[in-house]
């Protein structure tokens, strides 16, 4: 109703009274009607609502760093994207004060009743009644969160207009604070732009922009304070550096330029300085450069030469200090292994005991490294590809004389620096543009070279993008015979509300520089996309490598890109087309055709049932297009068809029950696209892009339900590092959805939770109903194809516990208390498997659906590279810009698949792609449990170096254990010993020492040269000689040998003849064996060491000139280290021969085989012993 003041009161049904502003004098105005609130109720009351205690934790210390005690939300909300979403969004920080915000209906009011102000006052809406429409229809969305605009709207839009809802006035407080920023209104030949007095009057309400940079001195310094302003306000920017002279080009004066790269730096740490509107510690850039441009090699390799220093600190550094502090207890407390290794480590130097945060706002990335808030891209012109094609040479050319050709190499020799580089540290990313100009909507006015931060908006510079995306799975519901289908409606209606709103930024937002006020207001860019398509298919049960998912994301990307067209041709018919159109529609137009063309192949693809048949389809498509089709650098209408068709590995044989639920939405699109192609009016250039939807994925609620963008899930399980520090775990809930979706029971879905993200995952499915989570326990459906978790589940029970012992051994292993206490199987049930692939009862066929951009734990599948980039080329006919996505590599991924993939989406028609081969950079936003991971935790790489320590001694052990000869020098000491047997067998026994005087050598003679005896004994030493020389000690041979018993045997002699010369502690033997054992245990002492006596112990033993009584060593003076003992104690006695008989004649006496005298003679003819009688022969007398 209309009051005294002439000003108009917008009343809602929840007793709240929106001020409107007087309306300026405009026709026309757009119509509303309901889709997500109904009459009856207003879009809060369709929802209960609760009070929380948010906390965020650190992910290292478990300390607190963000708390809002008592917010009100919505209580369908999960806690991941109350907590995210409140850190960031919600403004104020101290309770009680004005601009406190306790309630998400104040951010809501704060979005959706700005809105309604604005498109009031500027003529959006026919009447009163469509504004209140409007107004709950955006209530609606947010609530139910189907929808979110960019994070510069949540962080500025509202504050001024607030005290017109009843919120406390700010104006006053808020007049002349904030940032300088421009606003400009008006048409083609009387455009204004003016200063704002107050940022909150007219706030920045895009998400990026895009700038140029002069090549001048002051330009430089200029665009330092147009990029602080920017980040401030909480956008990113984007900029080509191509535009400044090279470092090899001279300067005016003499010398030469710095080159772009320094000054680069430059900006690079303003950005990291300024915190993204007041919230996030870290602003977001693009910087670009030309493959053309002189400085290009040093510019492919500067953030990959930064990340290799991030790589010696964080995986070297950090896992070395923290190896000392377990070395430090190991060496206390450790198994024998453990503490070598801690010796190990400890005897290692160390610089500083000091680890350093991996964190991106902490000292090294956030204050050392350098270029570490840009994302780097290579641009590669149309030339480049055709030189490629051709295995031919590029050029780099002077910036100041393009004529000037600086230097000449191979086409592939570029690309092959760039892929390496990507190998090593995930840049630079790589833009196509000529792919990215055949798109072009206003190539008469320019061509583009830059794009934001996450390179889905490309768009001429000075100008802004104003992002909002939905959630995908939002649109999923039933037919009536409850088949899952997108509702084609609902989506055109949910894209009009979102241009609506994009379309007011532009209208009523303020902008950085004049430049960009000027250039967004005329090409009034917006940017709709979506979240959480990978999700959505996991849903359905499709996988997103398949042609079936690419088909299916294609018509969503499809059908809300031509629903955005559509509002944005009704705009313009009611409010006018953007300022440049006149201009430009020969360009829109075709570019709009060719959108429809590349849609009549999608909607008959399906159809075909021949693939030979579909050149000749796409070249009827092209001539039926009805008019002219774009081309930019060499490239047409028909290469961007065939692109979008090579997206496709088999597309005549997809199956048509799983693309069913598109079905309705390749439909609507085909209309819609049929007449934005021929509208005689556009509000906009530019209508969509498929934005990454980084924080702005919390309040759609994909944390927890779904993915990001267009990307598949990283990972099942993963746990994300947040900005400004914090981590959140996080499970795709609609994996679970996605099972539903292939027929299996309920139980074992909720099974599945429990195997993939354990106990978290369980209470997660259930809500947090912790009794539903008690009851999943008890049900056990698995029988005997349990899988691990669900195994160690039963390995903690005894299986007599009440359901109230679960319920209390339930709340001990989740109490984050415990975690350092829990045991194996515990920690397996509260953590899961991480992936899917070990549960026994899910079918192996079933397996892709749920294949995710990276494995996880000890998972092994994941989607291949080829399957990212086709996905990109699916889409890319469907977007006015490009896609922010992430084609993820395996750590094993090499060099040559990173330069095959560059080509790839170059072939696919793919305008930018973006590499990150797992391991590539020393932190990373996704933290998940890989093998590539654990190579850098401490824990995993003490227990790497233990294992490998044992395994060493083990090995050690193992060869130390092999015979291995100790051969003795060529000149060595040795004793030479001669002995007899008796009477009858003479030899000699010579040793040979090593350094320390133990045996190494035996070697003898005995009796004739040549006879057996004789033969035998040498063979024998040669045994003995092997023996010591293989390591068997010298004891174990005595002791191996002494009381060996055979002939010759008894009385033996070992010196010379004479009695003074004879050793007297030998004087028998049982065998020549038995000898050789005795006179090596003389020579060579157990009180000695087992080292060779002193030889002139022996008086027979003399050197000439010297006195036999004088002691000479035959050992070096260095070896004798300790006392030599020449007194050896007395060997054990053979029991003693008898003495012969007095009177008989022993010369001719033989070893008596009974008693083994010499006694044993000839008699007569026979042989007698005289000694114990034995008798050989005779007749018996």
């Not at 929106?18 to 309306?23: A, F, G």
């Not at 390799?301 to 290799?308: A, G």
């Not at 067998?985 to 004789?1014: H, P």
Request: aromatic letters at 8%; charged letters at 20%.
């Amino acid at each position: 109703m209309t009051i005294d003041n002439s000003q108009t009161i917008l009343k809602l049904r929840t007793g709240q009274e929106i001020i409107l502003p007087q309306r300026k004098d405009l026709l026309g105005g757009l119509k509303f009607t309901r889709r997500f609130s109904h009459n009856e109720v207003h879009p809060y009351d369709e929802v209960d609502w609760t009070r929380r205690d948010v906390r965020i934790m650190d992910w290292k210390t478990g300390k607190t760093i963000y708390e809002r005690l008592g917010l009100e939300a919505p209580a369908h909300w999960d806690d991941n994207a109350v907590k995210i979403t409140a850190d960031k969004y919600l403004f104020g920080s101290e309770p009680g004060s004005l601009e406190y915000e306790d309630s998400f209906r104040n951010i809501y009011d704060r979005i959706s009743n700005t809105y309604t102000v604005w498109g009031w006052e500027e003529g959006y809406f026919a009447t009163l009644e469509d504004a209140e429409i409007f107004n709950e229809e955006i209530k609606a969305m947010l609530v139910q969160q189907i929808w979110a605009p960019n994070s510069p709207v949540w962080f500025n839009i509202g504050h001024w207009e607030q005290w017109r809802w009843g919120r406390p006035d700010l104006r006053e407080s808020y007049t002349g604070h904030g940032n300088k920023a421009y606003h400009t209104k008006g048409t083609k030949n009387n455009l204004k732009t003016f200063t704002v007095q107050s940022t909150y009057e007219y706030p920045q309400c895009s998400a990026c922009f895009l700038t140029e940079v002069g090549d001048s001195m002051e330009d430089i310094l200029d665009h330092l304070t147009t990029e602080g302003r920017i980040f401030a306000s909480g956008s990113g920017v984007g900029i080509n550096l191509s535009t400044l002279r090279s470092s090899r080009e001279p300067i005016s004066g003499k010398g030469r330029s710095s080159g772009p790269i320094s000054f680069d730096r430059g900006w690079d740490r303003m950005a990291g300085a300024i915190k993204s509107g007041g919230k996030t510690r870290r602003a977001a850039r693009m910087v670009l450069m030309f493959s053309d441009h002189p400085d290009i090699f040093e510019f492919i390799s500067t953030k990959n030469r930064q990340e290799d220093i991030a790589k010696v600190i964080l995986r070297e550094h950090n896992v070395h200090v923290e190896l000392k502090q377990i070395a430090e207890t190991k060496l206390v407390a450790g198994t024998p292994a453990e503490k070598a290794a801690a010796r190990l480590i400890l005897s290692l130097p160390l610089a500083t005991r000091n680890s350093f945060d991996p964190h991106m706002d902490a000292l090294l990335y956030g204050e050392t490294l350098s270029h570490q808030n840009a994302n780097h891209s290579v641009s590669l012109k149309g030339d480049f590809w055709q030189a490629l094609a051709n295995n031919g040479n590029t050029y780099t050319r002077w910036v100041t004389n393009p004529a000037h050709i600086e230097q000449t190499f191979r086409a592939q020799e570029l690309l092959e620096a760039m892929a390496k580089s990507i190998w090593d540290n995930g840049e630079p990313g790589v833009h196509n543009n000529d792919v990215i100009n055949l798109w072009n909507p206003v190539k008469s006015i320019g061509s583009i070279t830059t794009s934001n931060p996450c390179s889905e908006y490309v768009f001429l510079n000075n100008t802004s993008c104003n992002l909002s995306s939905f959630n995908a799975y939002r649109f999923l519901t039933k037919d009536e015979d409850g088949k899952p289908v997108f509702d084609a409606d609902a989506l055109t209606h949910a894209a009009r509300l979102a241009m609506v709103c994009a379309d007011l930024n532009v209208e009523r937002g303020g902008f950085p520089i004049e430049e960009i006020a000027e250039g967004t207001y005329k090409y009034r860019t917006t940017g709709i996309g979506f979240a959480n398509v990978g999700g959505s298919l996991m849903a359905l049960g499709v996988p997103y490598d398949s042609d079936e998912g690419r088909w299916i994301a294609s018509q969503l990307c499809s059908a809300l890109t031509a629903a955005c067209w559509t509002a944005s041709a009704e705009m313009g018919a009611e409010l006018g087309s953007y300022v440049e159109y006149p201009a430009s529609k020969k360009d829109l137009l075709a570019v709009l055709r060719l959108h429809n063309a590349a849609q009549k192949l999608a909607t008959a693809l399906p159809a075909q049932k021949d693939s030979k048949t579909l050149d000749d389809l796409i070249e009827n498509i092209i001539a039926n297009a009805g008019g002219v089709l774009p081309e930019a650098q060499g490239l047409t209408a028909s290469y961007a068809l065939h692109a979008y068709l090579k997206s496709f590995k088999a597309p005549t044989l997809m199956n048509k029950e799983r693309i069913a639920p598109a079905a309705k939405l390749a439909e609507a699109a085909s209309g819609m696209w049929a007449k934005v192609a021929k509208a005689t009016a556009h509000r906009n250039a530019f209508v969509s892009v498929m934005a990454p939807t980084g924080t702005i994925s919390a309040p759609l609620g994909c944390y927890d339900e779904g993915t990001t963008s267009i990307e598949p899930d990283y990972t099942l399980v993963k746990w994300k590092q947040l900005a400004g520090g914090g981590s959140l775990k996080m499970f795709n809930r609609l994996a679970l959805e996605g099972l539903r979706s292939l027929g299996y029971a309920e139980d074992f879905v909720n099974e599945a939770a429990l195997e993939v993200a354990g106990l978290d995952g369980l209470i997660s499915a259930f809500q947090g109903n912790m009794d539903a989570v008690v009851n999943q326990l008890i049900v056990d459906p698995c029988n005997d194809q349990a899988g691990p978790v669900r195994l160690a589940w039963r390995r903690l029970l005894s299986g007599t516990e009440s359901r109230s012992e679960i319920q209390e051994k339930v709340a001990y292993i989740s109490n984050p208390a415990n975690m350092s206490v829990l045991t194996a199987d515990e920690l397996t049930v509260i953590n899961g498997s991480a992936h899917i692939e070990s549960i026994p009862w899910l079918d192996k066929k079933d397996l892709p659906v749920f294949d995710c951009a990276a494995t996880n734990g000890n998972g092994i599948r994941a989607i291949s590279p080829a399957g990212h980039v086709l996905m990109l080329g699916a889409l890319q006919p469907f977007i006015s810009g490009a896609c922010s996505k992430t084609v993820n590599m395996p750590v094993s991924a090499t060099v040559q698949e990173v330069y095959d993939s560059l080509i790839m989406s170059h072939d696919l028609g793919v305008k930018c792609i973006a590499i990150f081969r797992a391991g590539s950079k020393a932190n990373a936003v996704y933290v998940v449990d890989t093998p590539e991971t654990r190579m850098f935790k401490a824990n995993h790489v003490w227990e790497q170096l233990v294992n490998a320590g044992t395994e060493a001694i083990d090995e050690i052990i193992a060869e130390a254990s092999k015979p291995r000869q100790r051969k003795l020098p060529g000149r060595r000491l040795g004793q030479t010993v001669k002995f007899s047997v008796g009477g009858q067998l003479t030899g000699y026994l010579t040793v040979g020492v090593y350094a320390d005087g133990t045996c190494g050598e035996v070697f003898g003679r005995l009796g004739q040269v040549g006879s057996f005896a004789s033969g035998m004994f040498e063979a024998y030493c040669k045994l003995l000689s092997t023996a010591l020389q293989f390591g068997v000690p010298l004891k174990e041979v005595v002791k191996g040998f002494r009381n060996y018993s055979f002939e010759p045997s008894g009385f033996c002699r070992v010196g010379d003849d004479t009695e003074a010369d004879t050793c007297t502690e030998i004087r028998s033997c049982a065998s020549v064996v038995d000898l050789i054992a005795k006179i090596l245990a003389w020579l060579f002492p157990e009180s000695n060491g087992y080292r060779l006596r002193d030889v002139f112990s022996i008086p027979s033993v003399s050197l000439p000139g010297q006195a036999p009584d004088t002691t000479v060593s035959v050992l070096p003076p260095r070896i004798i280290t300790a006392p030599v003992h020449l007194e050896t104690p007395a060997l054990p006695e053979v029991p003693a021969a008898g003495k012969a008989p007095e009177g008989t004649m022993l010369n001719g006496a033989s070893l008596c085989p009974q008693c083994h005298s010499l006694a044993y003679v000839q008699d007569g003819k026979c042989k007698s012993c005289r000694s114990c009688g034995y008798k050989d022969g005779g007749c018996g007398e």
